[in-house]
C-alpha cells in the first residue's frame, strides 16, 4: 500500500492526538488518590513502603516552602528536599482544607517530614502527609502522550517519503 495522498497527514495528526488525549486522561487520573487521601498530622516519622508520600498544609501559602525528609532512624542526616507539586489540590477532611505543597515519588522506608518557609519566617501552618497509590499513572500517562506523538512524526515521515518517491518515479 503507498501512502501518496495528503490525507494520510491528516492520519498522522488524528495519532498524536487521540494519543495526547489518552496520555492526558491516564496522567489525570493518577491525581484521583491524592484527592481522596487520608491525611495524618506530619509529627510521627511514615514509612511509605514504596508508594509516594504527599505533603499538605492547611494554609495556603503564597510564599515559597521546603520540605525534606530525613531517615527516621536518622535525624541528624542530611535531608532529601520535595519537590513542589505541579496542582494545587485542596483535600477537604474534618473541617480543614488541606492544600497540596509537594510529592515525593516512591519514598521507602521510615521517614521524618519537616517543612520551613524558605524566607525564615514565622510559621503558624500545620503540615501532613498522606501515602498515595498509583501515582505511577501519570508517568505512564506522559510515556501514552511520548509514545503516540513519536509515532505520529514517523508515520507522517513514512507519508512524505513515499509521496516524495512517488513524484520522483517515472510512470
Given at each position: 500500500?503507498?501512502?501518496?495522498?495528503?490525507?494520510?497527514?491528516?492520519?498522522?495528526?488524528?495519532?498524536?492526538?487521540?494519543?495526547?488525549?489518552?496520555?492526558?486522561?491516564?496522567?489525570?487520573?493518577?491525581?484521583?488518590?491524592?484527592?481522596?487521601?487520608?491525611?495524618?498530622?506530619?509529627?510521627?516519622?511514615?514509612?511509605?513502603?514504596g508508594s509516594t508520600l504527599a505533603i499538605f498544609t492547611d494554609q495556603p501559602q503564597d510564599r515559597d516552602i521546603t520540605c525534606t525528609t530525613?531517615?527516621?532512624?536518622?535525624?541528624?542526616?542530611?535531608?532529601?528536599?520535595?519537590?513542589?507539586?505541579?496542582?494545587?489540590?485542596?483535600?477537604?477532611?474534618?473541617?480543614?482544607?488541606?492544600?497540596?505543597?509537594?510529592?515525593?515519588?516512591?519514598?521507602?522506608?521510615?521517614?521524618?517530614?519537616?517543612?520551613?518557609?524558605?524566607?525564615?519566617?514565622?510559621?503558624?501552618?500545620?503540615?501532613?502527609?498522606?501515602?498515595?497509590?498509583?501515582?505511577?499513572?501519570?508517568?505512564?500517562?506522559?510515556?501514552?502522550?511520548?509514545?503516540?506523538?513519536?509515532?505520529?512524526?514517523?508515520?507522517?515521515?513514512?507519508?512524505?517519503?513515499?509521496?516524495?518517491?512517488?513524484?520522483?518515479?517515472?510512470?
Amino acid at each position: 500500500m503507498r501512502l501518496t495522498s495528503p490525507l494520510w497527514y491528516l492520519a498522522a495528526v488524528a495519532v498524536a492526538l487521540v494519543g495526547s488525549m489518552a496520555g492526558t486522561a491516564v496522567a489525570a487520573s493518577a491525581w484521583d488518590g491524592v484527592r481522596e487521601a487520608t491525611i495524618a498530622p506530619a509529627t510521627e516519622p511514615v514509612d511509605a513502603g514504596g508508594s509516594t508520600l504527599a505533603i499538605f498544609t492547611d494554609q495556603p501559602q503564597d510564599r515559597d516552602i521546603t520540605c525534606t525528609t530525613r531517615p527516621a532512624d536518622k535525624p541528624d542526616a542530611e535531608g532529601d528536599t520535595v519537590s513542589g507539586a505541579a496542582l494545587d489540590i485542596v483535600v477537604p477532611q474534618q473541617g480543614t482544607d488541606w492544600h497540596l505543597l509537594a510529592l515525593r515519588p516512591t519514598e521507602k522506608g521510615a521517614v521524618s517530614i519537616s517543612c520551613v518557609p524558605a524566607d525564615g519566617g514565622t510559621d503558624a501552618a500545620l503540615y501532613g502527609y498522606a501515602v498515595v497509590d498509583g501515582f505511577e499513572r501519570a508517568n505512564r500517562g506522559a510515556t501514552i502522550g511520548t509514545v503516540s506523538l513519536a509515532l505520529a512524526i514517523a508515520f507522517a515521515g513514512v507519508v512524505f517519503w513515499q509521496r516524495r518517491r512517488s513524484r520522483r518515479e517515472p510512470e
